[in-house]
């Protein structure tokens, strides 16, 4: 069974400050997304990373995929406030469309 | 492009009834997946349907069950309600066909509470 571990749970960063949000995950999995959520709302899509070796950016979210480790990372640049929100990545189990969240990153920006 | 739909948003339902829920995909999109959102577990994995067969199932007793009509709409029900069904119950569509992206796009979700 695939088991999905993302870290930091909770992250809290000034405006302007770079970091990175890194997802594990067990087993092969051919498909990797990552989502954004604010509260109360639904899963907003960001990224989806295809292949061993990916790396797609949008703005100031940069993520990357390497499937040999069974690691993402999705990096923030130069935070601002509105990137405050909870993100998963969430890989697909290979052969299906079942997708596997992670716990979540609780990003909070500070001014 | 319209996207996903959910319908409704926000339901609340005494413990021992049923409900059920309504998702409407992307026009075009044949894959309809369903998962259940709260706080103590996080988003898991409720079940899928392509072409109105369910082909993959999550770990969830047989309380929850679900459908897919020709028009690829899903509806999902929930029997015998207990208070831990209360969650966010959110849609995604899919396309699942030729060479990607295979996006995944999440409906609004519906808020069940039960009391």
């Known amino acids: 069974e695939l088991k999905v571990e993302q870290n930091p749970l909770f992250l809290s960063m000034q405006e302007g400050k770079n970091y990175t949000i890194y997802c594990n995950y067990s087993t092969t999995s051919d498909r990797l997304y990552w989502y954004r959520q604010d509260p109360g709302k639904s899963l907003e899509s960001l990224f989806v990373l295809l292949s061993n070796g990916a790396v797609k950016q949008e703005g100031r979210l940069m993520a990357s995929l390497d499937t040999k480790a069974r690691l993402s990372t999705l990096h923030i640049t130069a935070a601002v406030h509105d990137l405050s929100a909870t993100y998963f990545c969430?890989?697909?189990?290979?052969?299906?469309?079942?997708?596997?969240f992670g716990t979540g990153t609780r990003l909070t920006i500070i001014p | 492009k319209a996207g996903v739909t959910q319908t409704p948003r926000y339901l609340i339902k005494t413990r021992g009834q049923q409900v059920t829920l309504s998702c409407s995909p992307i026009?075009?999109?044949?894959?309809v997946s369903w998962y259940q959102q709260t706080p103590g577990q996080g988003l898991q994995f409720l079940f899928e349907?392509?072409?109105?067969?369910?082909?993959n199932k999550g770990n969830f007793p047989g309380r929850f069950s679900g459908r897919q009509f020709s028009n690829s709409r899903s509806e999902m029900n929930v029997s015998t309600l207990e208070l831990g069904d209360s969650a966010l119950y959110l849609c995604a569509s899919s396309l699942v066909t030729g060479e990607g992206p295979y996006e995944q796009y999440f409906g609004p979700g519906t808020r069940l509470t039960v009391t």
């Open positions: 349907y392509f072409s109105e067969t369910q082909r």
């Open positions: 026009s075009g999109h044949r894959s």
């Open positions: 969430a890989p697909l189990n290979f052969g299906n469309e079942k997708l596997t």
